[in-house]
């Protein structure tokens, strides 16, 4: 079992950026598929993007173009980096982790999950 523990979040005004990390315990995170889940107040938690074992990436078309998902394998750590935040990214942001497959954006596919770190974007 891996355990992701989330940093970086806070306050940002909008047009800002933050970088998100994840720190996961085990010495096989570069075998397994990472992602950014996030859930605003009152909505359903939804998919940001992921990061396969090679490298790949992927995102949710509502952060395209503005968010960069990576990875250090060394340090065990994965970031988000956010650029023009909008007042819509305003979230919890969870990391999550899995080694079970196929690496895509779905949330029933990840069984490791961090406590999350809010992110909130004012105008």
């Known amino acids: 079992q891996v355990q992701l523990v989330e940093s970086g979040g806070g306050s940002v005004q909008a047009g800002g950026s933050l970088r998100l990390s994840c720190a996961a315990s085990t010495y096989t995170y570069s075998s397994y598929c990472m992602g950014w889940f996030r859930q605003a107040p009152g909505k359903e938690r939804e998919g940001v993007a992921y990061?396969?074992?090679?490298?790949?990436?992927a995102y949710a078309t509502s952060v395209k173009g503005r968010f960069t998902v990576s990875k250090d394998n060394a340090k065990n750590t994965l970031y988000l980096q956010m650029n023009s935040l909008k007042l819509d990214d305003t979230a919890m942001y969870y990391c999550a982790a899995h080694n079970k497959g196929v690496c895509q954006l779905r949330q029933g596919d990840f069984n490791d999950w961090g406590q999350g770190t809010q992110v909130t974007v004012a105008s």
């Open positions: 990061i396969t074992t090679h490298g790949t990436t």
